[in-house]
């Protein structure tokens, strides 16, 4: 069964400095990985996905991320933080059948000014 | 483009009564998803509809169902309601299978449910 974990539940930055956030996921077949991001009372928004192809994946606002096999991981960075980007950030794996979306717990990114 | 659209955005019900939530997905997209983000438990998956078809049903009880329209959109159904089913319920649609993207999911904005 495929899962994702996201260590840190809690991650807190200054503005401009370096985000990490780290996402680790189980799949016994090549996943198709995601990234999203809530802000407060809204739905989710696809921050970017890696599906197959190049590892290092691109996507909105300045965020990118890297697929590493070997690592099981699939951490999500931006070299500069923004107090916008103050948000809740899920990763999430689909599954091989049934398109359903297996989601962490998801990280709270502050950013301090 | 227009994005997923949801309704309504809050709903108040009591305990025992039902509610029906409502989607409309991307222009073009078949496949209608529906998700339950309860404080606490995370997000999790309640079904999945292609072609007016359920694909696929998370772990929930019956009291969970819903229906894809001849135009894609979707119905949520939840009956008999519990204290525990105040949740945000998400939908997000993707395009149909036979789409390379097919597993990419872009979500509504929610219905925020509070059953009293």
């Known amino acids: 069964a495929q899962s994702v974990t996201q260590l840190g539940s809690h991650v807190s930055v200054s503005e401009g400095a370096l985000v990490l956030l780290r996402c680790n996921y189980s799949?016994?077949?090549?996943?198709?990985l995601f990234w999203y991001v809530q802000y407060p009372n809204q739905g989710l928004q696809l921050l970017l996905k890696y599906t197959t192809g190049a590892t290092l994946v691109k996507g909105i606002n300045g965020f990118e991320a890297e697929f590493k096999k070997s690592e099981t991981s699939f951490h999500l960075t931006k070299p500069s933080a923004h107090m916008s980007d103050a948000a809740e950030y899920f990763c999430?794996?689909?599954?091989?059948?049934?398109?359903?979306?297996?989601f962490g717990a998801g990280t709270i990114l502050r950013v301090k000014s | 483009e227009a994005g997923v659209t949801q309704s309504p955005t809050h709903l108040i019900k009591t305990r025992g009564q039902q509610a029906t939530l409502r989607c409309s997905p991307i222009s073009g997209h078949t496949s209608v998803y529906w998700y339950q983000q309860a404080l606490g438990l995370g997000l999790q998956f309640l079904l999945w509809y292609d072609e007016g078809e359920e694909r696929n049903r998370g772990n929930f009880p019956p009291r969970f169902s819903g229906r894809q329209f001849p135009n894609y959109s979707s119905e949520l159904n939840v009956n008999a309601l519990e204290l525990e089913d105040s949740a945000l319920y998400l939908c997000a649609s993707s395009p149909g299978l036979a789409e390379p993207s097919h597993k990419t999911q872009y979500f509504g904005p929610g219905t925020r449910l509070l059953v009293l």
């Open positions: 999430a794996v689909s599954m091989e059948y049934g398109n359903k979306l297996v």
């Open positions: 799949s016994s077949v090549p996943p198709y």
